[in-house]
């Protein structure tokens, strides 16, 4: 495939409920001309969101996510009809124990994406929707698929085995972790050698612990409902509360789902808000929604410990994502009591949000560091059309 470089890049990035766009020209460095979102996919409100080149937003129809990227091509100049891109890629979260590297489009592919679509009913179905709308009305353009799972693909084996019958394994069953793409953009910003922990924290939240650019560990399983408490999912819980949930309550497999899925979390706990903005600004009146708050500092902060003794100690600390990019006493919150690992915030450089917030003394530096999930998707589709290896 050659790469044109008069065509721009469409980035794709669906989310559960939503679909973050991007358009980059790929002409010398990567420029990103055109961003967004659209939200509330599924609901009566539905919002088309443009951020670049100036914020609009619109209220649309996009009862599943093929619609919504139709209303999007329909707004893109010069993309109705027949979209001139130069490719297409796309954000997959789960790429099972097959994909490892950004990998072309093709039908073998979208197979075996259906084949394991269970494995992430909350993702998959929609992003292989996504693709299957250009295979069938643009079959000539260059579709890439980039996978949140592959960052992850090199952790040691004891740190993916999950302790079930082993027949169980053979079938896919294992730790994957999720984020990857986020983490990868995260390890190309700074030089960040030694002992590594990772902290990803947003609607969705994970953490990865890396020694020497290798992954080590992840929070997340083998679905992104493990590991933290989130805005609506569970994070870990005990699995007996399947079988007595069935027995008291007759609670199915797909109520359970659904339960830990989108109902739990955040929004669980705190019963008014998955959003951690709402719950500070409630914590002093609302008993629920400090819990809510505090549950959740306190499950990172017992994962950081954990990643610190995986690694034999810790030499960076990074946060990302909306939370972790945006609130200063959430991470205030997290590191304090782990002044033993060598953490040493400044508070100052903390509440500014600044790129360092460790202290000079701290013998971990802690990081702030927005991340770009898009970018990334966009420098593999770039890479892969110019025909070098990933």
Request: glycine share 8%; net charge neutral.
């Amino acid at each position: 495939m050659n790469l044109q470089a008069e065509k721009p890049l469409l980035v794709l990035n669906a989310g559960s409920s939503s679909l973050k766009f991007a358009l980059f020209h790929a002409q010398g460095a990567l420029d990103r001309r055109l961003a967004g979102s659209v939200d509330r996919i599924g609901s009566e409100n539905a919002s088309l969101i443009f951020k670049i080149p100036k914020p609009d937003r619109a209220r649309i129809s996009a009862p599943n996510h093929v619609a919504a990227l139709e209303s999007l091509l329909e707004r893109i100049p010069g993309s109705a009809g027949a979209p001139r891109f130069a490719a297409v890629g796309h954000r997959i979260v789960h790429g099972g124990a097959l994909y490892r590297q950004p990998q072309r489009v093709d039908d073998a592919m979208l197979s075996e994406l259906r084949r394991i679509s269970a494995f992430d009913p909350e993702h998959l179905p929609a992003e292989i929707g996504l693709m299957e709308f250009f295979a069938s009305k643009y079959s000539h353009l260059p579709q890439v698929a980039c996978f949140d799972t592959a960052f992850h693909a090199a952790m040691p084996r004891v740190a993916k085995l999950l302790a079930i019958p082993r027949r169980y394994q053979n079938q896919g069953v294992q730790r994957y972790g999720f984020h990857g793409l986020s983490y990868q953009y995260l390890m190309t910003q700074s030089r960040m050698n030694g002992r590594v922990i990772l902290a990803h924290l947003g609607n969705g939240a994970s953490l990865a612990a890396v020694r020497d650019g290798a992954p080590m560990d992840t929070s997340m399983a083998f679905t992104p409902a493990a590991g933290l408490p989130m805005s609506t999912r569970s994070g870990d819980i005990d699995p007996g509360l399947v079988g007595y949930l069935a027995r008291t309550e007759h609670m199915t497999a797909e109520q359970f789902h659904a339960m830990v899925n989108w109902h739990s979390g955040l929004l669980g706990l705190s019963e008014t808000s998955s959003d951690m903005r709402d719950l500070l600004a409630r914590e002093g009146q609302d008993q629920r929604a400090a819990d809510a708050v505090a549950l959740f500092c306190y499950q990172t902060k017992k994962w950081i410990g954990a990643f610190a003794a995986a690694l034999g100690g810790l030499d960076t600390l990074v946060f990302t994502g909306g939370i972790g990019e945006n609130a200063p006493d959430i991470r205030t919150r997290i590191c304090d009591g782990l002044e033993f690992l060598g953490i040493e915030l400044d508070q100052q450089q903390n509440a500014a949000n600044a790129e360092l917030i460790s202290t000079s003394a701290s013998r971990v530096a802690v990081r702030v560091i927005p991340t770009d999930e898009e970018l990334m998707i966009a420098k593999a589709v770039c890479r892969f059309l110019k025909g070098e290896t990933p």
